[in-house]
């Protein structure tokens, strides 16, 4: 299983774009990166999730360089609702095959 | 689309009680499910996995007949957490995935379990 290093925490005001970077060094040719938010007391809600190069849904965008080694999550124009914790899981996507949960980047959207 | 429904939401019972926790995949079928437990301010650990008409794969560390596993049909798997004790107190949460191939986890918003 890919092993993922990302930023403990981050502060952003209200307003700004973010971009939280995750590192996997190790991700395998099958494996996809998938982002996930989550809210205390709450199951993690998913984000966005892409192979290589860029993704871009209603609610974020991810970047992916060629080497795959590293992704980042931009996020446009946070508001207070986007403090939550964000994770970044890397594995293959489908069926039985399981992923782990890295530590997270814990998000404060300051006013 | 895409909804895991988990139940209940929030079980305080005493020591000693076995509680079930469901999980259910409404609009999607899944031969596989997650479960996974969070202790306060950490990230989630995984379990075991959930594998429909098998045996559940238990993670290292995680007992199997403390924590038993059902994967009735392609939509329901259920955690019993037996003869639960105060260590049981936590969040678990479930997840599932489509059998189809490039689709993430959805997760269940999780069961707080709180053990007198």
């Known amino acids: 299983l890919a092993k993922t290093t990302q930023p403990i925490s981050m502060d952003s005001y209200e307003g700004q774009e973010v971009n939280i970077t995750c590192s996997h060094n190790?991700?395998?040719?099958?494996?996809?990166i998938t982002w996930y938010q989550q809210f205390p007391s709450q199951g993690p809600r998913f984000i966005i999730q892409?192979?290589?190069t860029k993704v871009t849904n209603e609610v974020a965008s991810l970047f992916i360089p060629a080497d795959r080694k590293s992704s980042t999550l931009s996020l446009p124009r946070v508001s207070l609702s986007d403090t939550a914790v964000y994770y970044c899981?890397?594995?293959?996507?489908?069926?039985?095959?399981?992923?782990?949960f890295g530590t997270g980047t814990k998000l404060q959207v300051i006013p | 689309g895409a909804v895991v429904s988990q139940h209940p939401s929030w079980v305080i019972c005493k020591s000693g009680t076995s509680v079930k926790i469901e999980c259910r995949s409404l609009d999607f079928q899944a031969t596989t499910m997650f479960w996974y437990r969070q202790f306060p301010k950490q990230s989630l650990m995984l379990m075991a996995t959930?594998?429909?008409?098998?045996?559940?794969?238990?993670e290292q560390g995680v007992e199997k007949d403390k924590f038993l596993i059902n994967h009735a049909s392609l939509t329901l798997s259920t955690l019993t957490v037996t003869s639960a004790h105060p260590e049981d107190s936590s969040f678990y949460i479930c997840s599932a995935r489509a059998d189809y191939s490039n689709q993430p986890q959805h997760f269940g918003d999780g069961t707080r379990l709180s053990i007198l």
């Open positions: 899981l890397v594995g293959p996507s489908g069926g039985y095959q399981k992923v782990t």
């Open positions: 190790n991700i395998a040719t099958n494996d996809y």
């Open positions: 959930s594998n429909e008409g098998s045996k559940a794969t238990y």
């Open positions: 892409g192979y290589k």
